[in-house]
């Protein structure tokens, strides 16, 4: 399958074709406000798995999930502690967060600790499609595994491009460093990367 190219111009027509190839367990290129990612549909175990390979990343190293809304993490996340969420939103911008106890079903999406990550979205575009698809988007650097991260499309490498089923090239400011990591420990913060 040849890849698809979503231009500038944004449209109910293009958010469904980017539904379209994700539900069908397709892999997406697109920017973020940190740095140009690959993805798929979280939910769907083999799609996840595609990107791991496309990466040429190690399974034991879990992915980011890109989700709409800090309301919907708890879909994915046992016990989750409400107070949590006042931490993270004293942060200037959205970090990505490692929250323990992931519900059983997406195990899969999690490290050995059964620990899952997920970072809000504030590109619009991002948001409306996660919304639509009714499950969060894997979020991981457009590149292989090892390699620099890439800051514009044109940083991408000619195996990732040719890996992926749809491009969404839309305007996105990026700032060119991926997103903070923390994680929260008992109402405590850990920074993992800053």
């Known amino acids: 399958m040849s890849t698809k190219v979503w231009s500038n111009n944004y449209s109910s027509t293009k958010v469904d074709s980017a539904l379209d190839v ?5 892999i997406i290129l697109y920017p973020t406000e940190t740095i140009w990612a690959i993805g798929c549909k979280s939910i769907l175990k083999n799609s996840v798995k595609r990107v791991f390979d496309i990466k040429k990343r190690p399974y034991n190293m879990p992915l980011i999930n890109l989700i709409d809304s800090i309301d919907n993490i708890s879909k994915y996340v046992e016990n989750l502690n409400i107070e949590d969420f006042d931490l993270i939103k004293k942060n200037d911008s959205p970090p990505t967060v ?8 997406y195990r899969f999406l999690a490290n050995d600790l059964n620990e899952i990550s997920f970072r809000v979205s504030p590109v619009n575009e991002l948001k409306e499609i996660i919304s639509k698809l009714d ?14 991260f890439p800051k514009s499309l044109d940083n ?8 992926v089923d749809l491009i969404l090239n839309f305007e996105v400011k990026s700032s060119g460093i991926p997103s903070e990591v923390i994680k929260i420990n008992n109402g405590k913060i850990e920074y993992l990367r800053k």
């Open 98 to 105: 490692i929250y323990p106890n992931c519900i059983s079903k």
């Open 156 to 163: 991408i490498s000619k195996s990732i491009i040719n890996s």
């Open 135 to 148: 499950s969060p988007i894997i979020s991981s650097s457009a590149n292989i595994s090892g390699e620099n």
């Open 22 to 26: 994700l539900n069908n367990g397709g």
